[in-house]
C-alpha cells in the first residue's frame, strides 16, 4: 500500500542507500534492529479456545468517552492549538533526508456528565487529545519517518516504560498502535491512548501533561527531539453532542411523568464513500389530562453532524391513528441530559395535553457496546 511503508521497507532503502553492511542496516534508522533469525519452533502449535470475536465492550483502560469519536480522526485542527516546527527523517530516492514539519496538538470537546471515571476526576470536562504530523508539502516521491512519542505527567517521567502512550490513527480501539520507524507519505492525525501492556503509563490527558516528539537519529543532524508543555483542558462555553447511536436510550423525567423512549437508525442503502443517513425515532409516553396513558411519536432524518433536530409530534388517537400535535426539537447537552423543547398547536383540544418549552430528560442506561459518558 502506498500510504505506510513498515519499518522493514525504511530500513531496506537506508541500507540500499548507504551501501551498509547487513548488521548496519539493522540499526539503520532511529535504533530499531531487524532480528536477525526467527527462534526455532518448540513444539507444536497449539490453537486457542476463541471461537468467535469479543462482544461489545468499551476500552476498560480509555482515555476518554467512548462516545467522542469514531471513525476517521479530524484532519483540521480546532480550538486551542500548540504546535511547533519540527524536522524529521525521511526518504527520498532510496536515500535519508530531511524535511521539515509541524507537529500539532490539539483536544477536541467531549459528553461531560461529570462521572467519576478512570481517566479524569469527577465533575470535570472530558476531551479527546490529538496529535498530527502536518508535512509541508504531500510529496508523492518522499516519506517521513513517524517519530517517537512519549508523555511526562505527575510522577511519570520521560524515558521510562510508562511514559508511552499508544498512538492510534483511529479511536475507541483496544490494542492497535503506531510504532515509531512507520513511514507514511501524507499528514496524519492521532489519538492519545492508554497502551495495555503490564507497566503502562495511566494518564489523564485532560490535566496538564508535556509531551515530547523524538525523531533523532544518525542521518539528520537538525532532527532534535520536541517538547510541548499541554496545560489542562478548559471547556467551551457551549458544547451539544452529535446525535446519533449514543443518544438512543430510555430517558425520563420523573418529576412530570415522562417516559422517552428514543432510538437512532441507519440505512444500508446508502451509496458507496457516503454517511450512513440517520433517522431519530421517539415515542413518549405521558398522561393526557384525564389520567389517561397518551403517546406523542415522531420521526425524522438527522443530517451527520447535527447537535439538533425538530421533528413534528404527533399523538395517537383512535385506533392508533396519528394526529398532529406540534413540534418537539431534540438537543442532547451531554451523554446523561437529553433536552426537548416543545412547541404545541394552538387548536389542541381537551383531554389532549398542551405543554410548552425545554424539558430535561435523564438516561437510563446505555446500550452494550455504545456506553456514552
Known sequence: MKTILGLTAALACAASALSASAS??????????????LPAASGAKVAGNNERGGAPQANPQRSYPPSCASGTLPDKPSGTVYEKDIVLLAAKGGRPVAENAKVVVWRIPCSSSGQDVAYNDKGAPNSMTLVRFERS???????????????????????????YPRVASEPNTRQSDTLPGIGLYASTTYVLENATFKDAGRFNFNKAFKIRIDPRNAYIAASQAVDIDIPAYTAPAAFSMPIDGYA???????EKGHGLLVQVTESDQNPAGAAMPRQLVYDLLLKDLEGNPFWL???ASVPAGATSITIDAAYLGKDLE?????????????????DVAFTPNADLAAPVPSFNGTIAYDR???ANGMLCE
Open 322 to 338: 396519528q394526529k398532529p400535535w406540534g413540534k418537539a426539537t431534540f438537543q442532547l447537552q451531554h451523554c446523561n441530559r437529553l
Open 364 to 366: 437510563l442506561f446505555s
Open 248 to 254: 438512543a436510550a430510555q430517558w425520563i423525567n420523573g
Open 24 to 37: 548496519e542496516s539493522r540499526t539503520a534508522f532511529a535504533g530499531f534492529a531487524m532480528p536477525v533469525a
Open 137 to 163: 508539502a504531500e510529496l508523492e516521491d518522499q516519506f517521513y519517518f513517524i517519530p517517537t512519542i512519549s508523555v511526562a505527567q505527575g510522577t511519570i517521567e520521560f524515558g521510562k516504560p510508562a511514559s
Open 297 to 299: 411519536v415522531g420521526s
